[in-house]
């Protein structure tokens, strides 16, 4: 059975070539790795986490070298491919403690409860409705063991809407358009812009995300407006949500 992918037309994914994504400058320097063992070490009580949207697997692989067993879920082939790329040029025992499955992360059903549940980077944004927010929330309650936890961390709308690059804004659907300009740089350290496609991301406040997360069937933990510092979240903010959650006591 074929993936349905139209969540990627839609927010833009489709619409440029992954090199460049992959390529740009500041995501090559972007390393979260050690952050997230900490977390994992402070507040998992297990070993089983599942990453969605884990895109090319930089942080899985970072996670499961640090001795986790990890699940990548994505809906991007591409971004897959690298992955498996990436895990294959990691040791046997790295790669046996690595999963990775192509699904959508609102409707997948991995029929396995993990200790801890990832969804960061922005890719909650890429969610266009209420709708597919609280399906995507509630196959992370899902996935969640009784005793697990779940982190969720994406940019502010304060941090969006203060950004320099050129955007269309549509406060009716809270969706912020962006024509996407990659800096790459070379071999030789040379950096070019190059303008391809588009990026779409519907801007969430935060009275709003607390309201999604209650009906989902979480509790907070912790609120901290970014993740390395574990600073309080304070509203408003120009930095990060950063919300590590249990499920909601009964």
């Given at each position: 059975m074929?993936?349905?992918t139209?969540?990627?037309?839609?927010?833009?994914?489709?619409s440029?070539?992954?090199?460049?994504f992959?390529?740009?400058t500041?995501?090559?320097?972007r390393?979260?790795?050690?952050?997230?063992v900490?977390?994992?070490?402070?507040?998992?009580e297990?070993?089983r986490?599942?990453?969605?949207?884990?895109?090319?697997?930089?942080?899985?692989?970072?996670?499961?070298?640090?001795?986790?067993?990890?699940?990548?879920?994505?809906l991007?082939?591409?971004m897959?491919?690298?992955?498996?790329a990436?895990?294959?040029?990691?040791?046997?025992?790295?790669?046996?403690?690595?999963?990775?499955?192509?699904?959508d992360?609102?409707?997948?059903?991995?029929d396995?409860?993990?200790?801890f549940?990832i969804?960061?980077?922005?890719?909650?944004?890429?969610l266009?409705?209420?709708?597919?927010?609280l399906?995507c929330?509630?196959?992370?309650?899902?996935?969640l063991?009784?005793?697990?936890?779940?982190?969720?961390?994406?940019?502010?709308?304060?941090r969006?809407?203060?950004?320099?690059?050129?955007?269309?804004?549509?406060?009716?659907?809270q969706?912020?358009?962006?024509?996407?300009?990659?800096?790459?740089?070379d071999?030789?350290?040379?950096?070019?812009?190059?303008?391809?496609?588009?990026?779409?991301?519907?801007?969430?406040?935060?009275?709003?995300?607390?309201?999604l997360?209650?009906?989902?069937?979480?509790?907070?933990e912790?609120?901290?407006g970014?993740?390395?510092?574990?600073?309080?979240?304070v509203?408003?903010?120009?930095e990060?949500?950063?919300y590590?959650?249990?499920?909601?006591?009964r």
């Amino acid at each position: 059975m074929l993936t349905d992918t139209s969540r990627l037309d839609a927010c833009g994914w489709s619409s440029f070539d992954i090199e460049l994504f992959l390529n740009e400058t500041g995501r090559k320097t972007r390393d979260l790795g050690d952050w997230f063992v900490r977390l994992l070490a402070d507040f998992s009580e297990g070993d089983r986490v599942l990453e969605l949207c884990c895109g090319s697997g930089a942080l899985a692989v970072a996670i499961a070298a640090a001795g986790y067993r990890v699940t990548g879920v994505d809906l991007d082939q591409r971004m897959l491919d690298v992955f498996a790329a990436r895990l294959a040029r990691e040791g046997q025992d790295v790669r046996e403690r690595v999963s990775i499955v192509q699904a959508d992360v609102c409707t997948s059903n991995l029929d396995e409860a993990f200790d801890f549940v990832i969804l960061e980077d922005d890719s909650f944004q890429y969610l266009a409705t209420h709708e597919d927010q609280l399906a995507c929330l509630a196959r992370a309650h899902e996935h969640l063991g009784e005793r697990g936890r779940f982190f969720l961390m994406f940019e502010t709308p304060q941090r969006e809407l203060a950004m320099k690059q050129a955007y269309d804004y549509d406060p009716i659907r809270q969706m912020k358009t962006v024509k996407a300009d990659w800096e790459i740089e070379d071999e030789a350290g040379r950096r070019t812009t190059v303008r391809q496609g588009f990026e779409a991301r519907r801007l969430t406040w935060p009275c709003e995300l607390e309201l999604l997360l209650k009906v989902a069937g979480f509790e907070v933990e912790h609120r901290w407006g970014h993740l390395g510092t574990r600073a309080p979240f304070v509203d408003p903010s120009t930095e990060q949500y950063a919300y590590l959650m249990q499920k909601a006591r009964r």
